[in-house]
């Protein structure tokens, strides 16, 4: 499998991205796909995850009410879009999946494949 995240860059607080992340290669009957971020200095975090079905989703508590995952099947396509962003969002983004489960887990350990990561920095 191999995902592909993009869509990071520079904006202002307050401001709206929409983070992409395309997979590619084998297929599974069943998976859980994420985002997590990783800032300077600090460990990786779950931020969001969707089940395969596009039936559940999770937020992190720091994503609550400001980001939406959602995925478009058709173009094996998960989405990340970032509203009201904060200095604090300010991470390299990865896209993750986790084969064989419909269960949305927050430890990075947990998930098999990774993109290569996208980098987004609010200014303030």
């Known amino acids: 499998v191999q995902l592909q995240a993009s869509g990071g860059g520079l904006v202002q607080a307050g401001g709206s991205l929409r983070l992409s992340c395309a997979a590619s290669?084998?297929?599974?009957?069943?998976?859980?796909l994420a985002w997590f971020r990783q800032a300077p200095g600090k460990e990786r975090e779950f931020v969001a995850g969707?089940?395969?079905?596009?039936?559940?989703?999770y937020y992190a508590d720091s994503a609550k009410g400001r980001f939406a995952i959602f995925r478009d099947n058709a173009k094996n396509t998960m989405y990340l879009q970032m509203d009201g962003v904060k200095p604090k969002d300010t991470a390299v983004y990865y896209c993750?999946?986790?084969?064989?489960?419909?269960?949305?887990?927050?430890?990075?350990?947990?998930?098999?494949?990774w993109g290569q990561g996208t980098l987004v920095t609010v200014s303030s």
């Open positions: 993750a999946l986790r084969a064989y489960s419909d269960v949305i887990v927050v430890f990075p350990y947990s998930y098999t494949y």
């Open positions: 290669g084998r297929t599974f009957s069943s998976y859980i």
């Open positions: 969707i089940s395969w079905s596009g039936g559940s989703t």
